[in-house]
């Protein structure tokens, strides 16, 4: 399995995500680190469908070392900061995507520049 993969964008990116990185992980980390990636894949992988409007793919690369997984999400969106994460409103549809990411990884951030890059430790 490649430690790198590009997927088109479209509401099927998310579920393709998951089973990429689930595949190169199995037999290298613990079922619960699995999960746990599998989650925030298609957390990162969902708002850049969502919240990227321009035409282009996203990249997926992995990355394994001394048991800590970090993947970076990438596509060609302007960018933007690390924003404060905070708890939406209980009535809220939406905007809990980061709040997961902040509370599941070891360490995330952003990238800025094009292209746009978000990456998460687990482990």
Do not use: C, Y
Request: glycine share 14%; no cysteine.
């Amino acid at each position: 399995m490649p430690d790198r993969v590009t997927l088109e964008r479209g509401p099927q990116a998310p579920a393709q995500a998951r089973t990429a990185v689930a595949g190169w992980l199995v037999g290298r980390v613990d079922g619960a680190i699995v999960a746990d990636v599998k989650l925030l894949v298609s957390e990162l992988v969902t708002n850049a469908v969502r919240h990227q409007h321009a035409r282009g793919r996203i990249e997926m690369a992995f990355a394994l070392a001394g048991g800590r997984v970090r993947v970076e999400v990438s596509d060609p969106g302007g960018g933007f900061d690390k924003p404060p994460v905070k708890e939406p409103p209980p009535d809220a549809l939406g905007g809990r995507g980061l709040l997961i990411v902040d509370r599941v990884a070891s360490r995330w951030g952003v990238a800025r520049g094009q292209p746009t890059r978000v990456w998460f430790e687990v482990g």
